[in-house]
């Protein structure tokens, strides 16, 4: 089944401690993204990649960092969490910059 | 700049009842792409319908269609014969090369279906 996974779903997590969410896709797409979701703020993008070790920020990249050495994976890290990073987290990808962006489940994250 | 808008915050549709979402959008690219998602109560995003900027045709997808005017800069979507299941937050979204592919959301539609 063609999907995109994303881990952890749920974390809670505190002030300054690293965490990485994981983020896999097997339909073999070059271009990954991450988002984050807030409410009134709508989805915005954090970093993206259009193909292996090419990344690049995207609207809100503060405070993240993201790798793709394999083109299946793309890992979001927060160095230091903070309590403005508490949100939905998306990971997505797409053959190509046009197409239909696939969706991972989405990641709940609370940094307290 | 490139932007989306959805102008109906949320919206009540009696069940089996037709429902139109309006959706504008702003961009100076001739080549884009136009998208519908939908975020039910448990947060997954799920892709509805695409329409392809140099589309003749208004796309369909079973229940749903894209009422894509161009001129106008619009892309509505219609769910037909709507249905309980049909309650969720939806998303018109855009993707341009001038974007470097980040599909650019509007705020959302939230809809509920009456029965």
């Known amino acids: 089944e063609a999907q995109v996974t994303q881990n952890p779903r749920y974390l809670i997590t505190v002030t300054g401690k690293k965490l990485t969410v994981t983020c896999s896709q097997n339909m073999n797409h070059e271009y990954m993204s991450w988002y984050r979701q807030d409410p009134g703020l709508g989805l915005r993008q954090i970093y993206y990649s259009m193909n292996v070790e090419v990344t690049d920020k995207g609207d809100v990249p503060e405070g993240y960092k993201v790798s793709r050495k394999e083109k299946r994976n793309f890992p979001l890290i927060l160095e230091s969490p903070s309590p403005n990073q508490t949100s939905l987290y998306f990971c997505?990808?797409?053959?190509?910059?046009?197409?239909?962006?696939?969706f991972g489940e989405g990641s709940r994250l609370t940094v307290l | 700049a490139q932007k989306i808008t959805q102008t109906q915050p949320g919206m009540f549709v009696q069940e089996k009842e037709a429902v139109t979402l309006d959706c504008t959008y702003d961009?100076?690219?001739?080549?884009?792409?136009l998208f519908w998602y939908k975020q039910p109560s448990s947060g997954e995003m799920i892709f509805l319908i695409y329409q392809g900027s140099y589309d003749e045709q208004n796309a369909t997808e079973g229940r749903y269609s894209l009422n894509f005017q161009k001129a106008r800069k619009s892309a509505n979507l219609v769910i037909s014969a709507s249905q309980l299941g049909d309650s969720a937050m939806y998303f018109c979204?855009?993707?341009?090369?001038?974007?470097?592919?980040?599909?650019?959301f509007g705020k959302g539609t939230k809809l509920s279906v009456k029965p």
């Open positions: 979204a855009m993707r341009t090369g001038g974007s470097q592919g980040n599909l650019i």
């Open positions: 997505a990808s797409s053959s190509h910059i046009y197409g239909e962006l696939f």
């Open positions: 961009t100076s690219d001739q080549s884009y792409g």
